[in-house]
């Protein structure tokens, strides 16, 4: 096993920079840590959960998909050689299970390319980043277990680094590493897991309100009062690593010029659903709730969950950002009581 010493991380990615876009934890003036293009001034080993997942990086928020220039149609398929360094294991469970959404029936072309030129280094996660993390509970941390390049472990002056992919053996061989005894390197990755593990609590209303709902058992009287309090920002959906769902229009700018974009969409608006009749199969705020608990809780596609427990990756952000409090862990709380 390979291990970077710490002082030497810069170098290493100011070589990765040369021939990637290299996007890192990064602080902002307010104090907040985001995922944006590595700068030395700015870029940050003491970071907590980022508000955003990296999602956006392959799912824009808005996106061009083909053009119309003088009656004239031309497809815009964009991706750029792209570095993802710092990913926490429940964002990499997220990209998992987007990525598998986005290739089933019918490969998503934009989706593909971008996430085909991405490369990923996770950073495995020390212990829970605040108090609504729980990825113990969906099994999509605080280690990643598939999908990365790479993934280091921060164990004091040095990362140890363990290789998911030949891509990431290939970035591995660009900068200055060492060796390290294999059986002990093992040894202080395992120690690092479970002292992770240990400190970041199951939620037990998580399994519990599955149950009820599988089992039909759920009052139904819960989606009721979520829903009187939702106010339709469409928030949990926006910070959700594993929400995909978008809207697709066309604008004509003049005769024979114009576009067709793509655009996140979330299901709890009542125009998601509403249909061209006017009919709207999920005509209030609770139904459209209750659809996206079920969508995380119950109805997830097994194909897509690539070994997590369900559609949710337990990073919390619902919960942390919703104005009104029914995050997952608020949703989960209730039914399981
Ligand atoms: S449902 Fe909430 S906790 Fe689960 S993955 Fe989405 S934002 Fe994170
Ligand atoms: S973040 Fe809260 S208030 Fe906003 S749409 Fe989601 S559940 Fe409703």
Not at 61 to 75: D, I, L, P, W
Request: one cysteine or more; a positive charge; aromatic letters at 8%.
């Amino acid at each position: 096993m390979k291990t970077l010493a710490k002082k030497d991380l810069i170098k290493a990615m100011n070589i990765w920079a040369q021939k990637h876009d290299v996007l890192s934890p990064t602080k902002t003036a307010p104090g907040d840590c985001i995922f944006d293009t590595f700068r030395e001034k700015t870029f940050t080993l003491d970071y907590k959960k980022p508000p955003l997942s990296p999602k956006a990086v392959f799912f824009p928020h808005s996106e061009v998909t083909f053009k119309v220039e003088k009656n004239e149609y031309r497809e815009i398929v964009s991706a750029k050689k792209m570095l993802i360094f710092g990913l926490r294991a429940c964002d990499m469970m997220g990209i998992l299970q987007a990525s598998s959404f986005m290739s089933r029936d019918r490969k998503d072309v934009y989706y593909n390319a971008k996430r085909n030129a991405a490369t990923t280094i996770v950073m495995a996660c020390p212990g829970p980043q605040n108090e609504t993390c729980f990825c113990t509970t969906t099994r999509s941390g605080p280690v990643a277990q598939k999908g990365f390049d790479l993934q280091f472990y921060d164990v004091g002056d040095a990362f140890l680094i363990e290789i998911g992919t030949s891509r990431g053996e290939e970035l591995l061989s660009a900068i200055p590493l060492a060796d390290v005894d294999e059986s002990q390197a093992r040894r202080q990755i395992e120690e690092f897991k479970q002292k992770a593990i240990r400190s970041i609590p199951e939620v037990k209303s998580f399994i519990k309100a599955m149950n009820k709902l599988k089992d039909g058992k759920a009052d139904e009287k819960i989606w009721d009062s979520f829903g009187q309090k939702c106010i339709t920002c469409g928030g949990c959906a926006f910070v959700c690593p594993t929400c995909t769902c978008f809207n697709v229009y066309d604008h004509q700018s003049s005769p024979g010029n114009g576009l067709r974009a793509r655009t996140w969409d979330a299901c709890l608006y009542g125009g998601f659903t509403r249909e061209a009749s006017g009919h709207n199969p999920r005509a209030s705020q609770a139904l459209r709730l209750k659809r996206r608990h079920e969508h995380k809780l119950l109805h997830f596609n097994e194909i897509d969950i690539q070994g997590s427990l369900c559609g949710c990756v337990g990073c919390g952000r619902c919960s942390d950002y919703c104005p009104v409090h029914i995050g997952t862990l608020e949703v989960v709380k209730a039914i399981a009581e």
